[in-house]
Nanobody, 124 residues
Framework: QVQLVESGGGLVQAGGSLRLSCVASRSIFRINAMAWYRQAPGNQRELVAAITSGGSTDYADSVKGRLTISRDNAKNTVYLQMNSLKPEDTAVYYC??????????????????WGQGTQVTVSS
């Protein structure tokens, strides 16, 4: 079992920045993929960004060039640097961990563990 705890959410004005962190309860060295998802009220949970154990990344088109995912295996932590935030980025952001390379990054079933989420609110 791996527990994931997110932090760093909050209220920010449009154009501002936040950095989200996701700390795992044990080593993520052998975790195949770590990802950030988000879910806004009335919407389905959607992939924001993913990163593999080898450092390959994938992003939703809506966040390319603004959000950056990274991982620090020594600290069992994954980050999401969020710049140039927009009101449409408002959502609960979830961290996810997938042990095996099964399916696309955007498939929620690829991931075995999920955090409780952290709220990000961007005001206009």
């Amino acid at each position: 079992q791996v527990q994931l705890v997110e932090s760093g959410g909050g209220l920010v004005q449009a154009g501002g920045s936040l950095r989200l962190s996701c700390v795992a309860s044990r080593s993520i060295f052998r975790i195949n993929a770590m990802a950030w998802y988000r879910q806004a009220p009335g919407n389905q949970r959607e992939l924001v960004a993913a990163i593999t154990s080898g450092g390959s990344t994938d992003y939703a088109d809506s966040v390319k060039g603004r959000l950056t995912i990274s991982r620090d295996n020594a600290k069992n932590t994954v980050y999401l640097q969020m710049n140039s935030l927009k009101p449409e980025d408002t959502a609960v952001y979830y961290c996810a961990a997938g042990r095996y390379p099964i399916g696309p990054y955007s498939d929620v079933d690829r991931y075995d563990y999920w955090g409780q989420g952290t709220q990000v609110t961007v005001s206009s």
